[in-house]
């Protein structure tokens, strides 16, 4: 194939590994029990709610979707008392990213993102034409001192990964302010916070609609396929101001959520138990974890998300496939290049209790 085919900048974009399908791990070593702990979903299923909404709407789907998705977006903009013009709803946070870089990267320009994070920020921008400056994580966060060192004319975006994937660590309100403080006004700043309802149980966690109300280049990028449990049907949002929201819209998919995704979104925003159920067990599911660490005197980085990143002090190359054939799927680190660190989500009480035994029987020193 003749090599100049492909757009030039699909070259140096390594494609995005998933965590492991259920289906093929089963397939692959004949077991039939397996947890899959590997994508931080929702170990209680999706919101009721959010199921009841899709066997209502099923018999409509020879109907196109509401192409603009008002409906939802007026009732996301009510969650946070804005107006639906400031909502930009994707087919998953993932495309929430796309549209990011879509609307913003122009050849050569530079987007400024932690070395150790979500993997997508790099590609999306990387795939516009754009130039992702990466700076390794100091004391496992955001180096914000470096970010500022950073900043040059050709600076578009700063990604703020919050808690950060896969470390599930939180910056705090005030190291946020330093970093609003720092950056001039025509740079845009992503906070992703993908894992929200998590974090916010920190007091120290920061609530950037605020910064959102001061400053328009601000986008706060958040999604349905954590918390509320509908990863499957594909739903992610962006609160910011209606000048950005307007640009997004002109690069996005014309019926980008569909019928199914909208109506299940707006069930599942609406079922505040579910969330807190499983904020609830996501805590309790923690504690077992960093109680075994903390025995077994293993490093991990005190998370604020649904998911852990520990270091298991042995190669997660080996650990990932020794866990499988035990029917345990994680994440091993050296996809981030952190060889001997894992993330494990978290999950039922049975599900973790699960884990650690298979952990242990993996990395007992005796
Ligand atoms: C899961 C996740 C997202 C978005 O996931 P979608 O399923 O595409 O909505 C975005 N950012 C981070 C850091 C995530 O972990």
Not at 228 to 236: E, M, S
Not at 305 to 327: A, C, H, P, T
Request: hydrophobic fraction near 40%; charged fraction near 25%.
């Amino acid at each position: 194939m003749s090599k100049n085919l492909f757009r030039n900048e699909l070259a140096s974009i390594i494609p995005y590994v998933a965590g492991k399908p259920i289906e093929e791990v089963k397939k692959e070593f004949g077991i039939d029990d397996i947890e899959k702990l590997a994508s931080n979903e929702n170990p209680l299923g999706p919101s009721l709610k959010a199921i009841e909404a899709i066997k209502k709407e099923v018999e409509n789907i020879h109907i196109y979707p509401d192409s603009s998705a008002k409906r939802l977006r007026q009732e996301i903009a009510k969650t946070y008392d804005l107006s639906y013009e400031n909502v930009v709803v994707g087919n998953g946070g993932e495309q929430i990213l796309q549209m990011i870089a879509q609307a913003f990267i122009n050849t050569g320009d530079e987007a400024i993102m932690a070395a150790t994070t979500f993997g997508l920020y790099g590609s999306s921008v990387s795939h516009m034409g754009g130039v992702p400056i990466k700076l390794p994580l100091k004391a496992y966060k955001h180096d914000f001192e470096g970010f500022i060192q950073k900043l040059t004319d050709k600076t578009k975006l700063i990604y703020v990964c919050n808690p950060n994937n896969p470390t599930g660590n939180i910056m705090t309100g005030d190291e946020i302010d330093y970093l609003v403080k720092n950056v001039p006004d025509h740079v845009v700043i992503v906070f992703d916070e993908a894992y929200y309802h998590y974090a916010k149980v920190n007091k120290d966690y920061p609530e950037t609609l605020e910064v959102l109300k001061k400053r328009e280049n601000t986008i706060i990028l958040r999604t349905f396929s954590k918390v509320a449990g509908i990863a499957g049907t594909r739903v992610g949002f962006a609160l910011t101001s209606k000048e950005i929201a307007l640009e997004m819209g002109k690069v996005k998919g014309v019926f980008n959520v569909n019928k199914l995704a909208q109506v299940a979104a707006m069930g599942a925003l609406s079922d505040k138990e579910h969330i807190e159920n499983t904020v609830e067990l996501n805590y309790k599911s923690i504690a077992m974890m960093e109680n075994y660490f903390d025995k077994m005197n293993l490093e991990y980085i005190k998370s604020n998300s649904n998911f852990v990143f520990v270091n298991v002090g042995m190669d997660s190359r080996i650990v990932f496939e020794r866990l499988m054939k035990k029917g345990i799927i994680i994440r091993p680190g050296y996809q981030w290049k952190w060889d001997n660190w894992i993330r494990v989500s978290t999950g039922t009480i049975e599900q973790t209790e699960k884990f650690l035994a298979k952990l242990h029987s993996i990395i007992k020193k005796d």
